[in-house]
């Protein structure tokens, strides 16, 4: 059976076989960095897509991302709450705060592949010092999110090595997602679209 994909918004999306129902990056409403980002359109999120949902993962912690306001709403919300994955780190930073909202946390280590379910497996690569990168082995299916992760050759070689150079989507970041340049800079902004283009 194929996954199932339920696109969120932004980087948010819900993919799903018969029994598990991951959650990737929740930024579903409100604002990040300081009221600086906002959606382009409303986000598609009812009531009965998040009961179905069995986990949770973050990509990195910046707040369009890990979104804490979300995070908090989903606690209050759900009947049965997600256990959250997410990248081992020293200072344990992201998973203190959603202990405290009372989630249950699958902590994973670099290319150390975790069996969610049968036919359900998850691979985390890192991309110091905050960011990584998902890599889903579902029902045979090989589904690979860099994010906003900044891929050199180094990575490509070592992603393209474990997942023998076999995939079967990948979803990735299309915006170079800074500042770049005063309102007129417009040069310079082409500039940034061509380089993430051609890393693309």
């Known amino acids: ?15 799903e076989n018969d029994q598990v129902c991951l959650l990737v990056d929740p930024w579903i409403d409100g604002t990040a ?18 009961d179905r949902v069995t986990h949770i993962w ?3 912690e910046h707040p369009d991302h890990f979104s804490p306001k979300n995070l908090k709403e989903i ?21 203190n705060f959603v202990k405290k909202l009372g989630f249950e946390c699958i ?8 069996l969610i379910e049968e036919n359900f497996a998850i691979t985390i690569m890192t991309f110091p010092p905050i960011d990584s990168s998902l ?4 029902n045979g299916y ?5 994010n906003d992760c900044i ?3 180094k990575h490509l070689k070592k992603l393209g090595s474990y997942i023998n150079n076999s995939c079967d989507l990948l979803l990735t970041q299309f915006s170079y997602a800074s500042w770049i340049g005063t309102p007129d800079d417009s040069s310079l902004r082409k500039l940034a679209i061509e380089e993430k283009i051609c890393e693309i």
Not at 3 to 12: D, E, G, V, Y
Not at 80 to 93: A, C, E, G, M, S
Not at 107 to 114: A, C, L, S, Y
Not at 142 to 146: A, F, G, L, Y
């Open 142 to 146: 090989k589904i690979v999110n860099t």
């Open 151 to 153: 891929l050199e050759s």
């Open 58 to 60: 973050f990509s990195h």
């Open 75 to 95: 606690s209050l919300k759900c009947h049965n709450l997600p256990k959250i994955v997410f990248q081992k780190t020293t200072d344990k930073r992201v998973l």
């Open 1 to 15: 059976m194929k996954p199932k994909i339920t696109w969120i918004n932004h980087a948010s999306y819900i993919i």
């Open 33 to 50: 960095f300081n009221d600086g980002w906002l959606h382009i359109s409303k986000s598609y999120f009812p009531d009965d897509l998040l």
């Open 107 to 114: 902590e994973i280590e670099p290319f150390k592949e975790h």
């Open 135 to 138: 890599i889903l082995d579902i």
